[in-house]
């Protein structure tokens, strides 16, 4: 599936929290085979065609969207793709760490979403930027500071980052979205998957990872 000219249709709401006004990006329509579970050394997320789509379009609006929350409520998903796996099923939520968000007020916010308003999301030409080899090798820099952070609250796993952080990661998730199909109609057993690294690297012991795996008998 190519994703230039994509279209990803969302509901916008604007949630007043205090003195501010927070910004909250959800799909318009209910998330199918698609599912997020925490696990022991991170999380694992399974996605359908049509899934590893929307994660794509997500992904790529959270890079691009400083002033957002981009929330996938994937707790009401029918999938049982993932169980295997165990663990507290979680929503996702990615946004920018200069919205200074904190992750305790998360529950308050979603309690606070009603119907918004509909916008729809058009995927451009080139929505990930590729990333250099010597953009890669600086992450293992100790002054380096373009990690995903992550941490667990009210259900929902929140993934903090500036847009480096998420567009050095973007070119794993456009691939599962554009290249997986062909592997899998290709060999149907294929393990097809993203491997998106979450938190500094220099404590590989307490280093998390968000693992995106093609989801076989849905795809």
Request: some cysteine.
């Amino acid at each position: 599936m190519r994703l230039a000219g994509r279209e990803w249709r969302v509901v916008v709401d604007e949630v007043r929290f205090g003195a501010e006004r927070l910004r909250v990006i959800r799909p318009q329509r209910p998330v199918g085979h698609m599912s997020l579970h925490e696990g022991r050394l991170g999380a694992h997320m399974s996605v359908d065609r049509r899934g590893a789509a929307d994660l794509a379009s997500a992904w790529w609006l959270a890079a691009r969207s400083p002033r957002s929350l981009v929330y996938l409520p994937l707790r009401s998903s029918a999938s049982m793709c993932g169980a295997e796996y165990g663990g507290l099923r979680l929503d996702l939520v990615m946004l920018h760490h200069s919205l200074g968000f904190r992750a305790s007020q998360w529950k308050s916010v979603r309690g606070r979403l009603r119907s918004g308003r509909m916008h729809k999301v058009t995927m451009p030409d080139r929505p990930f930027r590729e990333v250099d080899d010597d953009e890669h090798w600086t992450r293992w820099h100790r002054e380096f500071r373009d990690h995903l952070a992550w941490t667990i609250a009210a259900d929902t796993l929140l993934l903090t980052g500036s847009r480096l952080a998420f567009e050095m990661e973007g070119d794993q998730v456009r691939a599962l979205a554009e290249d997986c199909p062909a592997h899998l109609a290709d060999r149907p057993d294929t393990h097809c998957c993203a491997e998106i690294e979450i938190g500094r690297f220099s404590r590989p012991r307490t280093r998390w990872q968000l693992h995106v795996e093609a989801c076989n008998r849905h795809w």
